[in-house]
């Protein structure tokens, strides 16, 4: 695996515990890595209750000690499958705030968290967009499943454009550092866009199939030879016309894939939250665990 010494492990709720520790742990001995557990803790009547400043202040501190104590109850089943683990709670009203926090303290190679489900509410889903949008180091959003023997693990990517190369091979490095951890098999998936809307404009006699052909054909070349770069064994190449990020959803249920490897943007503020990107356009509508990454 590309060097993960440090895994930051992200808890919210202690019903998440078993799945997101057992993810964790796997990839924690593939690596040898430590492991570093943090729980945002947060009462809303400690900040702005109309108590004394004393009271609110002991009700934060009851919280505090209450989620700590919660948190430790329920790693005791997890702790022995860690060779070092820590744990620590921590006061924030945003909870991926919290956890960003915290990373800057302990410098993680990943941070691992529970995903949330759009029924779960927009708020929910828009904290882990921040954490993604905010965080340098990779982030696995996993789902409560279990692993499957021999995954399948797949890494979107854009073959055909330049300027995403240092990004393209990142998620093939990652990717492929997945696969191995878990013994699974590497596909990738290269969506490239529909031409039919303007293949006229070439003229008459343009054989679409042909370009068609062209094009994938130099996806593959591509792709092949940056894998080759990031070190990374494809098992197949999907490379399919259409919008990415249904091109992606369709790929991943097709190959009943355990995990998704894909790049994220960082982007903030307004733009942010109006257009998103790729990796938050699938993050809630696949059925597999979502690795993202960043240069």
């Avoid at 430790?72 to 070092?84: S, V, W």
Wanted: hydrophobic fraction near 45%; charged fraction near 25%; aromatic fraction near 4%.
């Amino acid at each position: 695996m590309r060097r993960i010494d440090n895994i930051l492990v992200a808890i919210d709720d202690i019903a998440d515990v078993p799945f997101v520790m057992e993810k964790a742990a796997a990839l924690a001995k593939a690596a040898s890595a430590k492991t570093h557990v943090v729980r945002v803790a947060f009462e809303e009547l400690a900040e702005f209750g109309r108590t004394s400043a004393d009271d609110r202040q002991m009700l934060k501190t009851y919280v505090l000690q209450a989620d700590e104590q919660e948190l430790e109850d329920a790693l005791e089943d997890a702790r022995p499958q860690f060779r070092d683990l820590e744990t620590t709670t921590i006061w924030h009203k945003r909870v991926s705030q919290g956890v960003l926090d915290v990373a800057d303290l302990v410098k993680p190679d990943l941070i691992v968290k529970a995903t949330h489900a759009p029924e779960q509410g927009r708020g929910r889903v828009l904290d882990d967009w921040h954490l993604l949008r905010n965080e340098s180091c990779p982030v696995l959003l996993v789902k409560p499943s279990a692993w499957v023997k021999n995954p399948v693990v797949l890494a979107a990517i854009n073959g055909l454009d330049d300027d995403h190369e240092p990004l393209n091979l990142a998620v093939l490095e990652r990717a492929g550092d997945l696969a191995r951890a878990l013994t699974g098999r590497l596909h990738v998936v290269n969506a490239y866009p529909a031409f039919e809307r303007w293949v006229g404009q070439l003229g008459d006699g343009v054989d679409y199939e042909a370009l068609v052909g062209e094009v994938e054909t130099e996806i593959r070349d591509r792709v092949h030879a940056l894998a080759d770069r990031a070190g990374a064994s494809i098992e197949q190449l999907h490379v399919r016309e259409g919008k990415a990020s249904f091109v992606i959803g369709q790929l991943a249920e097709e190959t009943s894939a355990e995990a998704l490897v894909i790049g994220t943007a960082a982007r903030g503020g307004v733009k942010g939250v109006v257009f998103g990107n790729t990796a938050e356009a699938v993050l809630h509508h696949v059925d597999a665990d979502v690795l993202t990454v960043r240069v």
